[in-house]
């Protein structure tokens, strides 16, 4: 057996579960059927690979990182950022051992790779890093016009929406697209 495969299989089960996670935010807010973590993450990674691209950043780097910053929430869950908030150090803690240990399925040349990737993303001083996080935000604000879009009444989004993006093409785009949305609002 090829030893770089010996726990790959165990590796993708793992972030299979990402597909069943739901996110806690859409579940506290009683969004019926909510998008799962996996979901989310797809739709960063396409919004940041675009970005970083325009922005003439390092792509590979960017959509590494972005489709590996929830991992972690396969084994410790999908936590809102008011629940880490009062629990900041043990949370990190937790979600480094988390990476830790899912990582540790690969080959050691590759885990030790990823941990670097995830650890720069969560150190947030480069501009992919940035860029990532960035995305991460916009794609729940762009989710959250998507529920508007079916039923969801704007009140009920509202904690969503208290959430600040320091990149211009992002904040262009989401001003953008909310006004799509009112403008297809006057013309029903």
């Known amino acids: 057996m090829n030893p770089s495969l010996k726990g790959l299989g165990e590796f993708l089960r793992i972030v299979g579960r990402?597909?069943?996670?739901?996110?806690?935010?859409?579940?506290?807010s009683r969004i019926e059927d909510p998008e799962s973590v996996a979901d989310h993450s797809f739709r960063t990674t396409v919004l940041a690979m675009i970005l970083a691209d325009l922005?003439?950043?390092d792509v590979e780097k960017v959509i590494?990182?972005?489709?590996l910053h929830d991992l972690a929430e396969a084994e410790?869950?999908?936590?809102?950022?008011?629940?880490?908030?009062?629990?900041?150090?043990?949370y990190a803690r937790v979600e480094r051992e988390a990476f830790r240990r899912i990582l540790g399925e690969l080959p050691?040349?590759?885990?030790?790779?990823?941990i670097?990737?995830?650890?720069?993303?969560?150190?947030?001083?480069t501009?992919?890093?940035?860029?990532?996080?960035?995305?991460?935000?916009?794609?729940?604000?762009?989710?959250?016009?998507?529920?508007?879009?079916?039923?969801?009444?704007?009140?009920?989004?509202?904690?969503?929406?208290?959430?600040?993006?320091?990149d211009p093409l992002l904040e262009e785009l989401l001003r953008l697209e909310k006004q799509k949305k009112k403008g297809s609002c006057i013309k029903s």
């Open 18 to 28: 990402l597909k069943r996670l739901p996110r806690t935010g859409w579940l506290e």
């Open 55 to 57: 922005e003439k950043l």
């Open 64 to 67: 590494r990182m972005a489709l």
């Open 76 to 90: 410790i869950g999908d936590l809102t950022p008011e629940t880490k908030k009062g629990m900041r150090e043990e």
């Open 108 to 114: 050691e040349r590759l885990a030790e790779e990823y």
């Open 116 to 125: 670097e990737l995830i650890k720069e993303y969560k150190d947030a001083l």
């Open 127 to 166: 501009p992919e890093a940035k860029l990532v996080s960035e995305a991460d935000k916009a794609e729940m604000l762009l989710q959250a016009l998507d529920y508007e879009d079916v039923g969801v009444e704007h009140s009920r989004l509202r904690r969503f929406w208290e959430t600040d993006l320091e």
